[in-house]
């Protein structure tokens, strides 16, 4: 008797109403749903699933950090997830983070002589590389450190809901100062035209540094913490250096420049948004107090700054762990990031003040932070996806113990297949798919592979004949290399497997 078909596929629309519920700031969950299957995997990486999870969820998640200094053993990226991940972050030795927004974070290198900024769309792993501007004199930059370049980068188009705008067009703002300290120049860059345009410069009596990873996107304007440095003389003409605070403000549209006055002119100062959607900035004085301030307009009046709130970062982190210092925050999320001699970088949510250890490393310097749903996409859209390699904890006999049983799962599945014992290897992977091996999960991306390669060849022989008429040799080699194809770069790949669609292959290195 012929097998009952097959019950029919649940509608795509169903299946990322399912997958959209899995915790947005876990990556590796939606990482082991794409694996699945390939109708799943297809399902997570259409446009219209970051859609439903930006209805579904709000806000996106922090995913990591990208450092802006580095030294020999610093990580490109450095995950704050619940399950470890990594991306393929450009080498953070050869480029600086400077900003990142609306799914493209940006990079300028690290190499004076190179002049060039790279883009670079974490979800997708495309990287667009170009020139800074004419203007802009690098080697200015690396004599004088205050001289270095602050940018920003957004999305260019029009009437985008930045829900999934990857892809697409978008612009540079670029900000430098020259020789005399005394003009701050912006550049605006297109992707259309693929061109800057005109420096728009702002004469100032004393010298104003723009602080760097400061900027903060607010409808059609953005924003910049700065720094004025000039000279006061007491009574007896004495000259001592006096530091205030200043916010530079971009005119998206009329490209022109102002300078917005502060709440305070002590202290470390870091821009972000506030609760209704306004200008907000968070100010560090000398110890472990953060006072939250806000801007708000009043009728006939000029706009007023009004203090909202004030932590110690001492009832947050204990004081044991050494001095804190306010790294940066996240624009969307509203978290900040809070630096520990004695235990590395903790985020702090402002809203629900929770705590959370980000890394081990206290040396990191400024961050840029990586705030995004993530989502897989197949390997004809990322080549960069990089799922974490077994960490150390995970390590030792347990780990090795774990890793060996998943080698000869492999290797009894592939036996079986060379058998050309199909129904078994079939039986066997779906026994023990759940096998966790250290930084995998519950499945691990070999298990997982030749369960859907071979899985999906067995149902596909299961549909066309019943298992008992059909021959056992020539068939099932037929099936299995019909199932096989080749890419355009010359890698064989299976048709049926969306981890193949989805995993980097061993030959480009990404592999586990």
């Known amino acids: 008797m012929a097998a009952p078909p097959p019950p029919p596929a649940l509608p795509v629309e169903l299946v990322q109403e399912i997958l959209a519920r899995l915790p947005p700031d876990d990556p590796a969950c939606l990482i082991r749903a794409f694996l699945v ?162 420096p728009t410069p702002l004469h100032t009596k004393f010298f104003m540094e723009v602080t760097e990873n400061s900027s903060l996107l607010l409808g059609t304007s953005l924003y910049f913490a700065a720094t004025n440095s000039f000279l006061e003389y007491d009574s007896e003409g004495h000259a001592m250096t006096v530091v205030t605070n200043s916010i530079l403000e971009y005119d998206l549209e009329g490209h022109a420049m102002t300078v917005v006055s502060p709440p305070d002119d002590r202290g470390s100062l870091k821009l972000m948004l506030t609760d209704d959607g306004g200008l907000g900035v968070i100010v560090q004085y000398f110890g472990t107090d953060l006072k939250l301030w806000k801007r708000e307009a009043s009728d006939g009046t000029d706009a007023r700054w009004v203090l909202s709130r004030l932590i110690d970062l001492c009832d947050l982190i204990p004081a044991n762990l050494g001095f804190r210092v306010h790294l940066g925050i996240t624009e969307g999320a509203n978290i900040i990031f809070v630096n520990s001699d004695a235990a590395g970088v903790f985020t702090i949510e402002l809203q629900s003040e929770k705590v959370r250890k980000a890394c081990d490393n206290s040396g990191l310097g400024r961050l840029v932070p990586l705030v995004t749903f993530y989502t897989p996409m197949p390997r004809s859209y990322n080549h960069n996806l990089l799922v974490s390699k077994p960490s150390e904890e995970a390590g030792g006999e347990e780990g090795e113990k774990t890793i060996d049983q998943t080698q000869r799962l492999v290797g009894k599945g592939s036996n079986a297949i060379n058998e050309e014992d199909v129904v078994n290897t079939f039986k066997c992977v779906s026994h023990n798919h759940n096998i966790r091996a250290p930084g995998y999960g519950e499945v691990a991306p070999a298990c997982a592979s030749m369960f859907d390669k071979y899985g999906c060849a067995y149902k596909t022989q299961e549909v066309n004949d019943s298992l008992v008429s059909v021959h056992k040799s020539a068939p099932n080699e037929e099936l299995v290399k019909g199932a096989t194809r080749e890419n355009d770069v010359g890698d064989s790949k299976t048709s049926g497997s969306s981890v193949e669609d989805a995993a980097p292959s061993s030959e480009k290195g990404n592999s586990q």
């Open 37 to 198: 299957c390939k109708a799943w995997g297809s399902a997570v990486s259409l446009p219209s699933f970051r859609r439903r999870l930006h209805d579904l969820h709000g806000a996106p998640p922090l995913l990591g950090f990208l450092p802006n200094w580095a030294s020999d053993n610093t990580p490109s990226f450095t995950p704050t997830t619940a399950s470890s991940f990594s991306l393929d972050a450009p080498d953070c030795l050869a480029w600086r983070a400077l900003d990142c927004r609306h799914g493209r974070a940006l990079f300028f290198s690290a190499n004076q002589d190179a002049r060039t900024l790279l883009v670079w769309e974490p979800i997708t792993g495309a990287r667009k590389r170009f020139p800074v501007p004419a203007a802009f004199d690098p080697t200015c930059a690396e004599m004088f450190p205050s001289h270095r370049p602050v940018a920003a980068v957004l999305c260019a188009a029009d009437g985008c809901d930045h829900r999934g705008c990857f892809g697409g067009p978008f612009r540079v703002v670029f900000l430098f100062e020259d020789e005399t300290w005394c003009f701050n120049r912006a550049c605006d860059y297109s992707s259309e035209t693929g061109a800057w345009g005109e």
